[in-house]
Every structure is written in structure tokens, then in C-alpha cells.
């Protein structure tokens, strides 16, 4: 009777002791106080009443940083929200070196998402996005890889603007698209213009070419339903106009 109390007493306590952590789990094992062992995934046992356990789940974790209001480096508040990925490397770590790992990832990453656009200015904040979330995650990163936190990556999710720099970057835009098309419009003109003066020039030693000309300015004008009359005086005539009134002067010098 006594044998069998006894090993109902032994069934109960290897009962009592066994523990199992999934396949995402690590379990960290204290005994009376003091670290022990890793275990899991799968099943493990444990000294019931001697050994104590908390485990960790070690799949990636998102994290949603809200949104922060900050001073960028030329004097603009805006407001700021970004996401951060992170995932428990070293399970002992995390646990015995750092309080809570996720308020302590938390709380670090906002303050360096301030800090961070507090280095940058308004332009560098909305241009260069990838460049500041990778200065990010290093920064975020080297802090927290002694506590077995790797983290995986950060991005900023939305920028709001006040509305009166919305306006004043929408005006900035408007200036600069009319700036360029002023300047396409000029280098146009200068093409064209110098196109014209190499065909006047082509045109200059060729009257038959000039004939050409007219007729097809002729041609062209007659497209549309136009009632105005053009008469098309001879380049001979102009010519013969031209050295007469030269000869004129000659003879009154």
C-alpha cells in the first residue's frame, strides 16, 4: 500500500513537471533564482516547486510607433508615425537584461524617430525616406542588440504638414513648373531660330528656292478658308527694283 502511495506521489509530481512550448516559443528556466537552461520547443520537464520558467515568443513582432510631433532642422513641426519589425535573437538576454523588452523597444525608437528628423530638414524628411528609416534601424538597433532584440526594419508610414507649408510648397511647385517650361520654350525659340537662319542662308544663293518657298507659304494658306488676297510679286522684279534704286543713288552722289 505504502509502495503504491509512493509511486502515485512520483506519477504526480513528473506530471506536474512537465511542460511543452511550441514550435515559436523558448522557454527560460530559473532554478531557485537563478538561470538555468533554454528549453523548448517541444516537451521538457521541469522540479516542480524548484524551478520556474517564463517564456518568450521569438516570431517577428510589428510594433506601431504613434504619431510624434517634431521640429525638423529648419523650424517646421510636423507630425510623424512610422512601424518597426522586431524579433527576440537571444531569449536569455531579453529576459534578464532588460525589464520589459517591448515598452524598452518602444520607448527608444520614438525618441530616435524624433532625434532623427530633428537632424534633417523638411525637403531631406520627404525626399530621403528610405535613407533616414535605414539611419533608423541601425540607430534603434545598436541599442538594442545587448538586450537579444534584432531589429528587422523600420518605416515611416505618414508626414503630415501644416497647412499653411502645404500651401507654400504647392505655390514653390507652381513656380518651378513654370520656370521650366519658360526655359523649354526658350531653348526652343533659339533651335528654331537657328534652324531658320541656316535655311536663309541655304535659300540666299538659290532664287529658285525662294520661288519654292512663296508657293508653298501660297499652298499652305489655302488650306484654310481664308478670303484674303495675297499677290506674289516676282523675286526678278524685286531684284530689278533693287539694283535700279542702287544705280539712282549712285548717280545723285
Known sequence: MEILALLGFIVIVLLAGLRVAQEYERSIVFRLGRFKTIEGPGLYWLIPLVDRQQKVDIRTKTVDLEQQETITKDSVTIQVNAVLWFKITNP???????????????????????????????????????????????????VTEPWGIKIEMVEMKDVEIPEGMQRAMAREAEAIREKR??????????????????GAQQMEGSPIAVELRRMQMLSEIGIDNNTTTIVIVPSDFTNAAKSFTEMVSKKKE
Not at 517650361?181 to 541656316?198: F, H, N
Open 92 to 142: 536569455e538576454d531579453a529576459i534578464i537584461k532588460v525589464a520589459d523588452y517591448n515598452k524598452a523597444v518602444y520607448q527608444f525608437s520614438v525618441t530616435a524617430l524624433r532625434n532623427i528628423i530633428g537632424q534633417h530638414t523638411l525637403d531631406e524628411v520627404l525626399r530621403e525616406r528610405e535613407q533616414i528609416n535605414e539611419t533608423l534601424q541601425r540607430i534603434v538597433d545598436s
Open 181 to 198: 517650361a519658360r526655359i523649354v520654350k526658350a531653348e526652343a525659340e533659339l533651335e528654331a531660330s537657328i534652324k531658320l537662319t541656316l
